[in-house]
């Protein structure tokens, strides 16, 4: 699966771009962030048109970059302002500078023709705000795996009574038969697996206080190449939401992923668990990134593993797919699509 | 020199399968090899159908394993008897079943074909059982360096004086010619090097306590492309054996190599010596042991060098043999021969 | 830029070639150094023409080699005088002998057709030797990049101001526009950057008394492609040598660097600094041996990472030079004309 460029990813969690630099490989383009003195993001290219020398080893005066090697000397529009030696600043002497937006904690960068950049909408995740009446915990793990292989964990869940059997995963997981579609339009991939008597996983007995058999929703949308937000509401069997949207009784966790392309072989797995529930207590707070840390790491050492696989199969390795991999064979072909119309 | 297929290999020593998965790859190819409950062992395909997760990362549900991933469940024969989330179970889920023999302490696997293993006659080691009257140290070392490597290795031992000297190497080993023969039906190559009056190296002087000038014969059997026997016999000068067979004043050591390839660049040497003399003696065990290890050890460092050598060097090299590598050249023209006939 | 054949190379400092072993790459070529009885420097191709086994693996019986491997016997020649387990020894049982010269406390080596050797001058640094008159402190780096990006680095000193900034660089380092010449006939590039009244680093303070701003000359002398020549002088403001050579009030210092080729994408970093003044002063020596220790390693570490950007870039990358470049450009110019001419 190549990777898709003219799209909007996260680069960095908000707090991440600093007045220090933050070298990344986003797309197989490497990247260096940082702010301004007025907070701005600024995303350029993290290489010096000279020699080539990384910019992110180098030092910022005031709002501009001063290459660590000779001198080279840029705004913050990637314009160069200053070269040693001499007075003329020659014509072709500047760096790309990437469009970026900061919005939902994250910062969005675009990769490819930076003139698509603004009529591509940027996919949104309210709840990581803080304002938002949600309280989250988050983390970021590089994979050193292709990124189809996060869409594939992702869109098939089943994979949780299994790889994740003890944490978040049960019997009903598996079992259970999902429902997928495709919006044509925007590509947006929904996979859907409603569990209405299920086990209560440890995971959320521990954070709910729900120890019965419960009413388990999954709801997966992905906003394909990059954000990926799984809706989950668990409440006590036979409860729905009210006629008005208002559901006293459901629990509610919005779960979501940013899978951003590092290489051709490597991800970096931005995750967040939101909760409407227990929003004041720490011991939850602390749990829930705790075991979620460890659920994630089992995703990743599964996908490390995977890597390495195809890195040494032959050619020509068939895989056979079942009924639970729709929502990963639809997101294949929506990826695939967007490639092609990028290419 | 490629990699033999339609052939028995070594895969382990029985007692490295047990209940436990064991993964290893054996001609490139990644198995996984267990015991069923009733003790038979059993040798899969390392790759689940579905998306190719090692099953060696999976559980044992009696017989059956049950992937980590997804949970696709697989029958001891390949046979997928479980799948997720649906009652049908697809008809090409199956992984590849290896044959497998368990035989004179080893776990032979078949590389190819499998309608060709029941052909293909599986070469003996009868010392290496335990009612054989003799005693047997053993282990087993990886090496990074391609199998033609320790195949030279073993053929030619006037290596013996210079890579080991001091160890089993005396002078007489480089100095004293060898005698070649190959059978052409079955492809078995001898390499017989006699010592009529030669010095009594540490190894053995320690081991069997004779001091004086000896009589040592070095009789090579080696079954291509996997097995390897040194018929080893030492005795005072000027003893022989009995026509009727027996040899009272000989002391006879068998050091059997299985030669497995992993990959194309490198190799699993399993390596034993098994004796017919001291054999209640532990001190003589224990020193064998570590002596051997030690010397083997030699020949991994020596193979791990050579292989970096090859992989760096420009192509063209010629190497240049002589009289003692009349086994080694002989060796390989039996492999070329084998190699041709199963491609 | 390809690695210029049929020219001399520094394989190493005298002092590194003794009755051991040293193995080395050079262009390519792995070299196994060593010392007869009799103290003469010796250089063999590192491997066996039996089975390439290196030679620096083995070890030395009086002047000769014998192969660790099967005891393969060389002759500082390179002739092979003893082979085992036969008499005669093949004709074509050579291995190739380097031209190589012990000059300027070095050991250069010849790479190439050795019948050019002769022709070839080898370029002087006779300030690095005992009875000079000057005292130097030397050392090796092994760098992790390609040799040309060593010589751009050497070739343009406005670096010092901000890779070495606070230690050897200044402001008018940058500034101050350089004088480039190349001589046709020889390819010795000459760069010469003189600033008239300068601020006298601190590397320069402590290391003569001079604190107030100073008359600095940096001379550069590259015979390509292996000797890099900085005849640096610094003297009190107005100060000029006098008509007859003489030149009291100057400080000399003569910065030689060893440019020689390890492989393709590797180089090996000889530097020496050598003075005429403060010569008995031991804390001086101390200083001077740690200081330029700090600022090679502030380029070396440049320089992995300039080798990493480099093997990961896509193709085409376009370098943007300026005025500062035009020595490296030069230098770059003669090299491409020197693998030609060898080619």
Redesign the interface.
């Known amino acids: 699966m190549p990777i898709v460029r003219d799209q909007w990813y996260v680069a960095a969690y908000g707090a991440e771009v600093t007045r220090e630099f933050l070298a990344r490989t986003i797309c197989n383009e490497?990247i260096v962030f940082y702010r301004t003195e007025d907070g701005a993001p600024v995303a350029l290219a993290d290489?010096c048109?000279?020699?080539?020398?990384?910019l992110s080893?180098s030092r910022l005066d005031g709002d501009r970059v001063?290459?660590?090697?000779?001198?080279f000397t840029y705004e913050p529009s990637g314009a160069c302002v200053y070269?040693?030696?001499?007075q003329r600043i020659?014509r072709?002497?500047r760096v790309a500078s990437y469009p970026v937006v900061e919005q939902d904690s994250f910062i969005w960068v675009f990769i490819g023709d930076p003139q698509l950049a603004e009529q591509r909408p940027i996919p949104r995740a309210p709840w990581l705000n803080p304002d938002s009446g949600y309280v989250t915990v988050a983390g970021m793990e590089p994979i050193k795996g292709r990124y189809s292989l996060l869409v594939?964990n992702l869109l098939?869940l089943?994979?949780e009574?299994?790889?994740h059997g003890g944490y978040i995963g049960t019997p009903e997981v598996?079992?259970?038969?999902?429902e997928t579609s495709v919006d044509e339009q925007t590509g947006l991939v929904r996979v859907s697996r409603r569990m209405q008597d299920a086990e209560c996983p440890p995971f959320y007995a521990k954070s709910t206080g729900l120890t019965d058999r419960i009413s388990r929703w999954q709801d997966i949308e992905y906003h394909a190449p990059c954000l990926y937000l799984l809706h989950s509401r668990i409440a006590p069997v036979g409860s729905v939401p009210n006629p008005d949207g208002t559901d006293p009784e459901g629990f509610h966790t919005e779960i979501t992923y940013a899978i951003t392309p590092e290489t051709d072989n490597s991800v970096l797995d931005f995750w967040m668990v939101s909760r409407d529930f227990a929003r004041e207590d720490a011991d939850v707070t602390e749990f829930l990134a705790k075991f979620n840390h460890t659920v994630v790491m089992q995703d990743v050492d599964?996908l490390n593993?995977?890597e390495g696989?195809?890195e040494t199969?032959?050619e020509g390795?068939q895989?056979?797919?079942?009924?639970?991999d729709a929502g990963g064979l639809a997101a294949r072909k929506v990826l695939k699509r967007l490639a092609e119309a990028a290419a």
């Open positions: 490497p290489r048109v000279h020699r080539r020398f990384p080893q001063v290459c660590g090697y000779h001198g070269v040693p030696g001499q020659p072709t002497a594939d098939d089943s994979h009574t299994y790889l598996a079992e259970t038969p999902i599964a593993i995977l696989v195809i199969e032959p390795f895989e056979l797919s079942i009924n639970i």
